[in-house]
C-alpha cells in the first residue's frame, strides 16, 4: 500500500500514480519559468501571466514524462509483460515493468522506446517553434518544451543502469555473454560511476556558489546511486525467484480452532511446526493470526485459561499458492515478516517461511561465484 502517491488515472490499463514529491518540482519549475526565464526573454508581460505560462510549461512537462513512460510500458505490453503503474515523482517517472524482459532483444526495445518518443517529442515542439516563429511567450513555452523534450531524450540516454541508457548497455551485454546478471552487473556498475560524477559535478556548483543547481546535481545523482544498487538486488532476485511460485515453497498446515488454549497450541502445535505465527479460524469462519511473541508475554499461569483468539487480530497480509515467489519475498521484506499464511479462494492452505527462500538465494549466489572463479 502507499500513502504518499494520488491516482489519477488509467491508460491502456495501467493506473496513473502522481506521487506528492512531484508538487515540489512543479512548484519549482512554474518558479523559475515565472520569475526567471520567461520575464528574462520575453519581457512586457503581466507577472500573472508569467505565472500561467510557467504552470502550463510545467503540466507539458508531466505530460511529456508520462509519454515517455507510457512509450516504454506499451512496448512491454506488446511483448506481453505487465505494466502496473506508472509513478510520476520528483526526479521524472518510472513505469513498473514487472518482469524481467525475456530477451536482449525485448529489452532494447522496451529501453530505446523512451528516448525515441522523448526525442519525437522534441522535434514536434521544433517543428511548432518553426511554424510559429513570432517572439512572444507562446513561442517561449514551445521552445521550452522542445528542449526539455531533448535534454529527457539525451539524459536517458547515458549508459548508466537503471536510465535508458544503462538498459540499452545491459541488452548489448546479454546479447554478448547470455548472463543478465552479469550483464545487470556491469551496467549497473557504469550506473554508480555516472552518479558519483553527478554528485561531484553538484559539489563543484555548489564551491561555484550557484547552490540550487548544486543541490540538484546532488541529489539526483543520490537518486541514481541508490536506484543503480536497488535494481541491481531487484534484477538478481527475479532471476533467482523467477521459476518459482508459492506452492513450491508452502508448508500445508491447518490452523488452530479459536477456543484452544494457549497452553495447547504452545506445546502440540507450535514446537511441532516451528512458527513464528499461529493460524487461527475463528468462530465466524474467518481467519486470524497471533504472534508467538505476543503469546510469549502473556503470563505462562494463564496460559491454560485463554482462548488463543484473544491475542488474535484478522489475517490481512497473504498470498496464493500460485503467486510467484517473489511477490510473497517483497511482502516478506516490506512488512518485515518471517512468515506468510497461504490462502486460495477462502481456504487456508499453509504457511510460507522465509528460510527456504533466503538458502535458495544463497545457493544461487555461492553456485554464481564459483562459476565466475572458474572463468
Ligand atoms: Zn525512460
Avoid at 465466524?284 to 487480530?313: C, F, M, T
Avoid at 517473489?326 to 510460507?352: C, H, R, S, W
Wanted: hydrophobic content about 50%.
Amino acid at each position: 500500500m502507499k500513502f504518499n502517491t494520488i491516482p489519477l488515472f488509467k491508460v491502456f490499463g495501467i493506473q496513473i500514480n502522481l506521487d506528492y514529491s512531484w508538487f515540489i518540482v512543479f512548484f519549482l519549475i512554474t518558479f523559475t519559468l515565472a520569475v526567471g526565464y520567461f520575464p528574462y526573454y520575453y519581457p512586457g508581460y503581466n507577472i500573472l501571466v508569467y505565472w500561467i505560462a510557467g504552470a502550463v510549461s510545467a503540466i507539458l512537462l508531466f505530460a511529456s514524462v508520462l509519454i515517455h513512460e507510457l512509450a516504454h510500458s506499451l512496448v512491454a505490453l506488446h511483448y506481453k509483460i505487465p505494466v502496473r503503474e506508472i509513478n510520476l515523482f520528483i526526479f521524472g517517472g518510472v513505469a513498473m515493468i514487472e518482469e524481467e524482459p525475456p530477451s536482449p532483444k525485448v529489452e532494447f526495445r522496451i529501453a530505446i522506446a523512451g528516448p525515441v518518443m522523448s526525442f519525437i517529442l522534441g522535434t514536434f515542439f521544433y517543428i511548432l517553434v518553426l511554424i510559429y516563429p513570432q517572439d512572444d511567450l507562446l513561442n517561449g513555452i514551445l521552445n521550452y518544451m522542445m528542449i526539455v523534450n531533448y535534454i529527457i531524450a539525451f539524459f536517458n540516454l547515458v549508459p548508466a543502469f537503471p536510465l535508458d541508457g544503462g538498459r540499452i548497455l545491459r541488452a548489448i551485454i546479454w546479447s554478448r555473454s547470455s548472463s543478465i546478471l552479469k550483464a545487470t552487473k556491469v551496467s549497473s556498475t557504469t550506473g554508480k560511476f555516472f552518479a558519483y560524477f553527478l554528485i561531484f559535478i553538484g559539489l563543484l556548483s555548489f564551491i561555484e556558489g550557484s547552490f540550487i543547481n548544486g543541490i540538484w546535481y546532488i541529489l539526483i545523482g543520490l537518486f541514481l546511486l541508490q536506484a543503480a544498487k536497488a535494481s541491481y538486488e531487484q534484477t538478481k532476485l527475479s532471476i533467482i525467484l523467477s521459476k518459482y511460485k508459492v506452492e513450491h515453497f508452502m508448508r500445508p498446515i491447518k490452523p488452530v480452532l479459536y477456543n484452544e488454549t494457549v497452553h495447547d497450541v504452545m506445546t502440540h502445535y507450535v514446537p511441532f511446526f516451528h512458527l513464528k505465527t499461529v493460524p487461527i479460524i475463528g468462530d465466524d469462519g474467518k481467519y486470524y493470526i497471533a504472534d508467538v511473541e505476543d503469546i510469549l508475554a502473556l503470563p505462562r499461569e494463564k496460559w491454560h485459561e485463554i482462548p488463543i483468539i484473544q491475542v488474535a487480530k484478522p489475517i490481512e497480509i497473504y498470498v496464493s499458492p500460485y503467486d510467484p515467489l517473489i511477490k510473497a519475498k517483497k511482502l516478506m521484506d516490506n512488512f518485515n515478516l518471517d512468515e506468510l499464511p497461504v490462502i486460495y479462494q477462502n481456504t487456508f492452505l499453509g504457511i510460507i517461511k522465509k528460510e527456504p527462500i533466503e538458502s535458495l538465494i544463497q545457493e544461487f549466489i555461492i553456485k554464481e561465484m564459483a562459476h565466475e572463479q572458474r572463468r
